[in-house]
């Protein structure tokens, strides 16, 4: 007899309300340079009515609706610094320029033509290993592949504080 698997979440994609969705995949595609993976439309000739947009391994989702915006979604990125200068340099809406947060992150904060937000950002601590070559905390092995995140345990600097 075999064993059932635990369920377990492989992800979770944001859907984003929008007003106009062609010029939401543009702004999407142009300014975040994210590439179009899916669109829908109810029949052939019909508007595209929903589009999958992703960046890497991640991914949003956007909707056609009479109630745009509304929605933040937290994007994790690896190279914020080089994310920030390819969004802005392509003219994203960057309304929160990036900076370090006393959370240990690094990050910046954008709004598509309908408000949505979306914030971009990195652990501090991921941004320092990059800057001391050799240097690596090993939990950050772990929070990387999924096994905790970093905001689950204080820092060496936390501790050391209390």
Same mark, same amino acid.
């Given at each position: /007899?075999? +064993?059932? $698997?635990?369920? @377990?979440?492989?992800?979770?994609?944001?859907? =984003? $309300?929008?007003?106009?969705?062609?010029? @939401?995949? !543009?702004?999407?595609?142009?300014?975040?340079?994210?590439?179009? !993976?899916?669109?829908?439309?109810?029949?052939?000739?019909?508007?595209?009515?929903?589009?999958? =947009?992703?960046?890497?391994? @991640?991914?949003?989702?956007?909707?056609?609706?009479? +109630?745009? *915006? *509304?929605?933040?979604?937290?994007?994790?990125?690896?190279?914020?610094?080089?994310? %920030?200068?390819?969004?802005?340099? !392509? *003219?994203? #809406?960057?309304?929160?320029?990036? @900076?370090?947060?006393?959370?240990? /992150? $690094?990050?910046?904060?954008? $709004?598509?033509? &309908?408000?949505?937000?979306?914030?971009?950002?990195?652990?501090?601590?991921?941004?320092? /290993?990059?800057?001391?070559?050799? %240097?690596?905390? =090993?939990? &950050?092995?772990?929070?990387?592949?999924?096994?905790?995140?970093?905001?689950?345990?204080?820092?060496?600097?936390?501790? !050391?504080? #209390?």
């Amino acid at each position: /007899m075999s +064993q059932a $698997r635990s369920p @377990s979440v492989s992800h979770i994609a944001p859907v =984003l $309300r929008v007003s106009d969705l062609g010029q @939401s995949i !543009a702004y999407y595609r142009d300014c975040l340079k994210f590439t179009v !993976a899916f669109e829908w439309a109810d029949g052939e000739g019909e508007p595209v009515r929903y589009a999958v =947009l992703e960046y890497g391994k @991640s991914g949003v989702h956007l909707t056609q609706s009479d +109630q745009p *915006g *509304g929605t933040t979604a937290y994007c994790f990125v690896d190279g914020i610094d080089a994310y %920030h200068a390819i969004a802005k340099a !392509a *003219g994203a #809406n960057i309304t929160e320029d990036i @900076s370090d947060q006393p959370w240990r /992150m $690094r990050e910046f904060e954008t $709004r598509d033509p &309908d408000g949505n937000v979306l914030l971009f950002g990195e652990h501090l601590d991921r941004v320092e /290993m990059r800057e001391k070559p050799g %240097h690596r905390h =090993l939990w &950050d092995s772990f929070w990387y592949h999924g096994i905790f995140h970093p905001h689950d345990h204080e820092s060496q600097k936390d501790q !050391a504080e #209390n």
